[in-house]
């Protein structure tokens, strides 16, 4: 029993890197609702593996992003708040795809309006970026500027909503669908990538943990 449950477990694997590989394709060919079946197929092989296994979190998170490609922000907030809560829960948020997530969810907080929301995501991820070395500036610009963003707004917008989704669609375009390039600050990691990169930590600084994410 034992070698047949490795084995069924070894294809469940190889199934996941295959569907989460097709469904990147699709999603970079602009085929969203392809690479919507396909990453839905791969979420449910990554179901199946340990609890805080990095393939299971990041595949919810490439989830979130396709369903924002597809217009669907409530439902991308759902999976990347499903994934910042294990994120956060196994592997802790010093690594630079935690920062990336954070961006990617407090930006979908601020169009859904969810003001305090974004802002506790954003400054955890600002506090990281100033507890940490080695966090590319593209990265603190990010963070800094939507802060300052979600503090105007709760000042001086009661209906922040509509103000900020037209120029969400707009920016969508480079920070979500456009993934090709490499050099975007706010670009995903491909699907398949399923290391975190941690944070160098300075010996003196202590704070959050710079844990090793799983394999």
């Given amino acids: 029993f034992g070698i047949l449950q490795r084995a069924l477990w070894m294809q469940n694997a190889l199934n996941w890197q295959h569907y989460a590989e097709f469904a990147e394709s699709a999603y970079n060919k602009g085929s969203f609702e392809v690479a919507d079946n ?12 340990a609890d805080g296994d ?3 979190i990041s595949t919810l998170e490439h989830l979130g992003d ?32 935690a920062l990336r997530l ?19 995501v954003l400054a955890e991820a600002q506090n990281t970026c100033s507890s940490y070395l080695d966090v590319p500036v593209e990265l603190t610009v990010f963070i800094e500027a939507h802060l300052r963003r979600v503090r105007s707004l709760q000042q001086t917008i009661p209906n922040a909503v509509k103000l900020v989704r037209n120029d969400i669609e707009q920016t969508q375009r480079n920070t979500y669908s456009r993934l090709k390039s490499p050099k975007s600050a706010v670009t995903r990691n491909s699907l398949t990538e399923i290391k975190a ?13 710079n844990q090793t994410p799983l394999a």
């Avoid at 369903?67 to 010093?94: I, M, P, Q, W």
């Avoid at 407090?106 to 802002?119: D, F, M, P, Q, Y």
């Avoid at 990169?197 to 943990?209: C, H, K, M, R």
């Fill in 38 to 49: 396909l990453i839905r197929l791969a979420l449910s092989c990554a179901a199946s593996f």
């Fill in 66 to 97: 396709v369903l924002v490609a597809r217009s669907k922000a409530h439902d991308a907030c759902e999976n990347y708040t499903r994934a910042y809560n294990l994120l956060k829960k196994f592997h802790g948020l010093a690594s630079l795809n």
């Fill in 102 to 120: 954070q961006i990617k969810y407090g930006r979908v907080l601020i169009e859904l309006g969810k003001l305090s929301e974004a802002k506790s």
């Fill in 197 to 209: 990169v941690p944070v160098a930590v300075p010996a003196a600084v202590s704070g959050l943990n």
């Fill in 54 to 56: 990095y393939r299971y």
